[in-house]
Nanobody, 122 residues
Framework: VQLQAFGGGLVQAGGSLRLSCAAS??????MGWFRQAPGKEREFVASITWPDIITGYADSVKGRFTISRDNGKNTVYLQMNSLKLEDTAVYFC??????????????????WGKGTLVTVSS
């Protein structure tokens, strides 16, 4: 199983960035994003579960971030708009194939990708 995350970088506050996570090696039913800011614990950001396309977001990103999926490419995207300084973190892709919908409960995450750094500057 491989989860490859792309799209991190440096962006000014108020700007936008799109992260991608390409999954391979298994059939997944839910994918999502978590993030870990310096000195803080890793936290849930957003998830998408199919086939019924159920999405979930942390309160801190609702209305600014959008998670979506390209079924044909087995890729999940996180469109991040109106970025704030506090969005600075390493963002991790996560995927489940058996344990159901990805939520804030990290103990049930089956697969993790390597992180991609997002830095929001003033």
């Amino acid at each position: 199983v491989q989860l490859q995350a792309f799209g991190g970088g440096l962006v000014q506050a108020g700007g936008s960035l799109r992260l991608s996570c390409a999954a391979s090696g298994r059939t997944f039913s839910s994918m999502g994003w978590f993030r870990q800011a310096p000195g803080k614990e890793r936290e849930f950001v957003a998830s998408i579960t199919w086939p019924d396309i159920i999405t979930g977001y942390a309160d801190s990103v609702k209305g600014r971030f959008t998670i979506s999926r390209d079924n044909g490419k087995n890729t999940v995207y996180l469109q991040m708009n109106s970025l704030k300084l506090e969005d600075t973190a390493v963002y991790f892709c996560a995927a489940n194939s058996r344990t159901g919908r990805i939520t804030t409960a990290q103990a049930f995450i089956e697969y993790w990708g390597k992180g991609t750094l997002v830095t929001v500057s003033s």
